[in-house]
């Protein structure tokens, strides 16, 4: 079945380094996006892709980047890890009107 | 100002019951509204989506979307202890492929 997974599941790294999260989908859905969600915030958007070497900001990208070489992943890399980026992640693909998401990962930054 | 606005909650409700969530959005000429339910610990899925105004209604779910208000809602008939969950409202913005979510409404049905 096609489908859409996320690595790690969950991580812990510390300030100051440099952390790459995997998204990885099998669908060969054009449109991916990158979430952060926290307890009071709900989903915000970090970055967006719509196609092989597209990439686009969202309402929360500082401190994160992201680059579509294929299809099929888009890679979230934290440059210089904050505590403030201690959150849950979740990757989404969408083609049409559904988004599908990730299991999601959780990172810790101390 | 943020672009989905949704009630935290807690929202609670008695088993068999209909639950009511709420949403408004901000952008006037959105087109695609949606609903995700998200369960603790656990990634959203979609549930509804609708387009035009008026109802639309798949099982125990119903979607309501009235643009002139800016309004949408998700009606759940004969509630379950399953329902209960955090429901998240999303809104494509004109224009975008985008999906932008609200702060989700935290729903727990009292058996």
């Known amino acids: 079945d096609a489908e859409i997974t996320q690595s790690p599941r969950h991580k812990i790294t510390e300030t100051g380094r440099q952390v790459t999260l995997a998204c990885h989908q099998t669908w060969n859905h054009n449109n991916m996006f990158w979430y952060r969600q926290d307890l009071g915030h709900g989903l915000r958007l970090i970055h967006y892709s719509y196609g092989v070497h597209d990439t686009n900001k969202g309402e929360v990208s500082d401190g994160y980047s992201v680059s579509r070489s294929n299809t099929e992943d888009l890679p979230l890399t934290l440059e210089s890890a904050a505590s403030s980026q201690t959150s849950v992640y979740f990757c989404?693909?969408?083609?049409?009107?559904?988004?599908?998401f990730g299991q999601g990962t959780r990172l810790t930054v101390v | 100002q943020k672009e989905v606005e949704q009630n935290s909650g807690p929202l609670s409700v008695p088993e068999g019951a209909i639950a009511s969530l709420n949403c408004t959005y901000s952008?006037?000429?959105?087109?695609?509204f949606f609903w995700y339910r998200q369960y603790s610990g656990k990634s959203p899925e979609l549930i509804m989506s609708i387009y035009s105004n008026g109802d639309k209604e798949d099982g125990r779910f119903t979607a309501q979307l009235n643009k002139a208000s800016q309004y949408v809602s998700l009606l759940i008939r004969d509630s379950q202890p399953s329902d209960s969950a955090t429901y998240l409202c999303a809104v494509n913005p004109s224009g975008d492929d985008k999906i932008i979510f609200g702060k989700g409404t935290r729903l727990h049905i009292l058996p």
């Open positions: 989404a693909s969408k083609h049409g009107t559904e988004a599908f």
């Open positions: 952008d006037r000429v959105s087109q695609s």
